[in-house]
């Protein structure tokens, strides 16, 4: 699955809180486990469809927007999210 070859393919510095925050978001739409990248809760049982996928980047891209927001978790998890959400609907 090219998801996972992406997960792969980042190696991600655990010091690099984009590079992480994009590994965790593409996890979490391989998998569903965990609490989701932009509503930080659990909510699911399996895989998310693309629709789950779509409702946690609009979180993500909100969070964005906070005052006092980690800016640089938020922007990898929303590249990382919509980079799955193009093959997801593709």
Do not use: N
Not at 36 to 41: L, T
Request: aromatic letters at 8%; hydrophobic letters at 35%; one cysteine or more.
């Amino acid at each position: 699955m090219e998801i996972s070859k992406q997960i792969t393919a980042l190696t991600p510095d655990r010091k690099d809180p984009y590079e992480g925050a994009q590994c965790e978001a593409l996890l979490w739409v391989l998998t569903g486990v965990g609490p989701g990248p932009g509503s930080e809760r659990e909510w699911l049982t399996g895989e998310p469809s693309a629709q789950q996928v779509a409702a946690e980047h609009h979180f993500v891209i909100g969070r964005l927007y906070e005052p006092g927001g980690d800016q640089d978790v938020y922007s990898g998890a929303d590249e990382a999210l919509m980079w799955a959400l193009h093959r997801i609907e593709g």
